[in-house]
């Protein structure tokens, strides 16, 4: 009994210590990368590339500024190639131009800068969701007295007080979605439930069998339309725009747009990591994205049109000598998900750690043979195998739960 | 049959006020959450609350206040159960008591064990109550996934406390105690949003019980007079 709840022992303390030492490793090694951002200028149609060559939190202007071409811009060419993001600057400068290819650069068109994060996995859902009014008498959005969701007989309206079905407004709106073709329960819901938006363009629903359809309320009577799409529909990210409605990723992490017009335009490109930063102005949208070692832009025109891709190595702690070293000392590291907190294991390559596992086995056999211990024991070469297979780890545990008669 | 249900009996004369004490503390909050709750519904409205806790960023997390309540219970059981018998060395007389020293150990950790899970039940049915009586089961389900891993928590306290506690060696009670805090921790992460937890709860039940045995192994060296 006790051999077991020193194996119990061992396997909790090698548990923790794959949570918390790789991350205190790292926390005491890990540098501040050298930042590389990419940028797509609205004035040259071309990419602008700012590094930073030393640490600007300690030295003054160590950012420089590149075309693709390899030609170094000065800080001021820097803003004027960029006027959307260095408006104020200009402004003060008297450097701001009055237009951009024919079209005034006036503040309405300055200060219609979008920017939003694109991610193919879905954040934590409630499956309950408040339809707004999306004709309002007044301007803005106001919350409504009660939230829906979806059951298997279709859509189902709470009130908030009393938590009471309402049924008569439950009915209502089945009835309008069972007339467009949508066949309960839902699947998925999207939409941006918050009152903090300009205006209301309702949710989109994926019903039972993948088709999608917009549901709104419009002065209180149901809106539902089908639209037409055969993409396995991985997640939306629904904005509040005149011109999109929602970007959409399907199941292959492939981005497509879908518009005010009902249309769903694929956008071309050929990351699929399903992360995406976007920007968009009157002149260009760009789309942002990271692998590994590289930062990627896609560029395409107000009207989706592809207009360009660009990628720099950017630095990265994976590619520094201090990783290298986690990699030979920790054989494998345990780590929560950032908010989904799922514990996952993350193993490295045999071929790093392989002789860190030998010295620790050695070391331990040393000990043994030390304090005169028979290595031929069955529970000294289990502690063997395990100070083999999870070296530093297996080693520490093992000398903490030492092993008696 | 009958040696057990009399260490029982000692052991219940041993941890039964800071018991009663901690679990109507424990009993206490919930209501006070749940006061909080209403008066905030008062105050601004149903829809406007239950649309903060679903969708505010960060949202209203409105349960924080539970967080520690199972814990300073498993605390105040493992503390009252085995520090004044340890540190008076009253302990050994334990030992003599007509009882095989293993099935002796393992009795007096089901009791603690047993009264853990006596105020859990009893803070969780009330949590579960009062918060069904409020919200819709889309909250409530993801909210009690959530304070699940904190009620999990007391049980790995409780263990590590009575191994620490039977523990012989200073040097190794201090490493049990260290090892003990630090495995804790992986119960008590900030909660970005409710459900948070959910899925390591499988993970988090199971370092839990696999701690349930581990006094055996100081009582162990405690038997065999370790130094």
Not at chain 1, 272 to 301: L, P, Q
Not at chain 2, 53 to 66: A, D, E, F, H
Request: hydrophobic share 45%.
């Amino acid at each position: 009994m006790i051999k077991i709840v020193r194996i119990l022992l061992i396997l909790v303390t090698i548990f923790t210590m794959a949570f918390y030492l790789p991350s205190t490793y790292r926390k005491a090694v890990e540098k501040r990368p050298m930042k590389t951002m990419i940028y797509y200028s609205e004035v040259s149609n071309d990419f602008v590339i700012a590094r930073e060559t030393g640490d600007s939190l300690d030295t003054q202007a160590a950012m420089r500024y590149y075309t693709p071409a390899g030609t170094q811009l000065t800080e001021e060419e820097y803003m004027r190639l960029l006027p959307f993001n260095n408006r104020r600057k200009l402004k003060l400068m008297g450097n701001m131009p009055d237009s951009l290819h024919g079209v005034a650069l006036t503040t309405d068109v300055l200060k219609n800068v979008k920017r939003s994060m694109l991610l193919a996995p879905r954040s934590s859902e409630y499956h309950l969701y408040p339809l707004f009014e999306s004709a309002p008498e007044r301007l803005g959005v106001s919350l409504p007295d009660d939230l829906f969701r979806f059951t298997g007989d279709g859509i189902e309206f709470v009130d908030c007080k009393t938590g009471d079905i309402l049924a008569e407004k439950s009915a209502r709106f089945r009835s309008a979605m069972a007339a467009c073709g949508f066949t309960a329960p839902a699947r998925d819901v999207y939409g941006i439930p918050s009152v903090l938006k300009r205006w209301d363009s309702g949710y989109f629903v994926v019903d039972v069998t993948g088709g999608l359809y917009h549901l709104m309320m419009v002065k209180g009577v149901p809106f539902c339309r089908k639209i037409d799409t055969d993409i396995a529909i991985k997640n939306m990210k629904c904005h509040t725009d005149e011109e999109v409605f929602a970007h959409i990723f399907d199941t292959q992490n492939r981005l497509y747009v879908l518009t005010t017009d009902y249309t769903i335009k694929p956008l071309e490109t050929d990351v699929c990591n399903g992360r995406f930063f976007m920007t968009s102005n009157c002149f260009a949208r760009t789309y942002k994205t990271s692998e590994a070692d590289s930062s990627i832009m896609y560029v395409f025109s107000p009207d989706f049109e592809p207009l360009g891709r660009y990628a720099e190595v950017v630095d990265h702690y994976s590619h520094t000598d201090e990783a290298k070293w986690e990699q030979r000392i920790f054989p494998f590291s345990v780590m929560k998900t950032p908010g989904y907190a799922h514990f996952i294991p993350l193993f490295n390559a045999p071929a790093m750690f392989w002789l860190t596992n030998l010295l620790c086995a050695i070391l331990w056999v040393g000990l043994k043979v030390y304090h005169r211990r028979r290595l031929t024991r069955p529970e000294n070469i289990a502690d063997f195998v395990v100070v083999l297979l999870a070296g530093v780890y297996g080693l520490m545990a093992v000398l903490l739960y030492p092993n008696r008669k | 049959m009958k040696p057990i249900l009399h260490l029982f009996y000692k052991e219940w004369i041993k941890t039964r006020l800071s018991f009663i004490c901690s679990l109507l503390v424990g009993i206490g909050v919930v209501f006070y959450i749940f006061m909080i709750v209403e008066n905030k519904m008062t105050l601004t409205g149903a829809k406007t609350y239950t649309m903060n806790v679903l969708y505010s960023n960060p949202p209203i997390i409105y349960y924080s206040l539970l967080r520690y309540i199972p814990i300073l219970i498993a605390i105040c059981v493992g503390v009252s159960q085995y520090m004044p018998e340890v540190v008076q060395k009253r302990i050994r007389l334990t030992l003599h008591l007509p009882l095989d020293n293993r099935r002796l150990f393992l009795s007096m950790e089901l009791f603690g064990l047993l009264l853990i899970t006596v105020a859990n039940v009893v803070l969780f049915s009330l949590f579960y109550w009062k918060n069904h009586a409020l919200f819709p089961a889309e909250i409530t389900h993801p909210v009690e996934a959530t304070a699940l891993a904190w009620f999990l928590a007391a049980y790995v306290a409780y263990n590590y406390i009575a191994m620490t506690a039977l523990e012989p060696n200073r040097v190794r009670q201090v490493v049990y105690a260290v090892t003990g805090v630090v495995l804790l921790t992986l119960y008590f992460h900030e909660v970005p949003f409710h459900g948070a937890y959910a899925a390591s709860t499988p993970v988090l039940a199971l370092l839990a019980v696999a701690t349930c045995p581990l006094m055996l192994f100081s009582g162990f060296r405690f038997n065999k007079g370790e130094r």
